[in-house]
């Protein structure tokens, strides 16, 4: 990273296609496009993270895996609670805004199996 106190590593699973261009933007200096990938981000930023508790944030993370092809499924258990009614949508939507649906992430599900 660059000049960062932190990162969310969640975000690498759920966006790493960006990630990857926002760090070489970061080490490149070229701060204009590194704004440009982090506003893109933004929406999917808030509708994963930007809730009520970090517990929400890990719900509402396996529901974008789901969105992006990942998972099968955003299967939690206890002390984890189902997000509201339409999360799963709204989290969709971020993804779709951020141009990170219907782009594949490394193996596709049939390669893994083989």
Same mark, same amino acid.
């Given at each position: 990273?660059?000049? #960062?106190?932190?990162?969310? #590593? ?11 261009e926002l760090i *070489? ?5 070229? %701060?204009?496009?590194?704004?440009? =990938? @982090?506003?893109?981000?933004?929406? #999917? +930023? /808030? +509708?994963? %993270? @930007? /809730?009520?508790?970090?517990? !929400?944030?890990? #719900?509402?993370?396996? @529901?974008?895996l789901v969105a992006?092809?990942?998972? !099968?499924?955003?299967? =939690? ?6 997000? !509201?009614p339409g999360a799963?949508?709204? =989290? ?5 805004? *951020? ?12 390669? /893994?199996?083989?």
């Amino acid at each position: 990273m660059f000049d #960062v106190d932190g990162a969310l #590593v969640g975000y690498g699973g759920l966006a790493p296609e960006p990630l990857i261009e926002l760090i *070489a933007a970061g080490k490149a200096k070229d %701060y204009a496009k590194a704004r440009a =990938i @982090h506003d893109r981000l933004l929406p #999917v +930023t /808030r +509708t994963v %993270y @930007h /809730r009520g508790s970090h517990m !929400e944030g890990s #719900v509402a993370l396996k @529901h974008g895996l789901v969105a992006r092809g990942i998972l !099968e499924h955003a299967t =939690i258990r206890p002390p984890l609670m189902p997000l !509201e009614p339409g999360a799963d949508v709204e =989290i969709a939507d971020a993804l779709r805004s *951020a141009g990170l649906l219907g782009q594949p992430i490394g193996r596709s599900r049939d390669d /893994r199996a083989a």
